[in-house]
């Protein structure tokens, strides 16, 4: 089976984040914009690439792909 397909098959599209969470960052781009929603981003990134190493791995596959050679 080629690799694509066989990353396809494991998608998921169940968010990671609970509801409010989401509303919370909607809210947070109506509130304050574009330039409030990417600084709070930040700290999200942070958070998954400290603490959810299951879930960058998930990505990897995109990653190498969309970046070749950044790695």
């Not at 509130?31 to 960058?56: C, K, N, S, T």
């Amino acid at each position: 089976m080629p690799k694509n397909e066989e990353n396809s098959r494991h998608w998921s599209s169940r968010s990671v984040g609970a509801p409010w969470q989401h509303r919370f960052f909607y809210g947070l781009i109506r509130l304050g914009g574009r330039r409030a929603a990417y600084f709070f981003l930040h700290f999200v990134a942070a958070y998954y690439m400290l603490f959810r190493p299951d879930q960058r791995r998930r990505c990897d596959f995109y990653l190498r792909r969309r970046f070749p050679g950044a790695s």
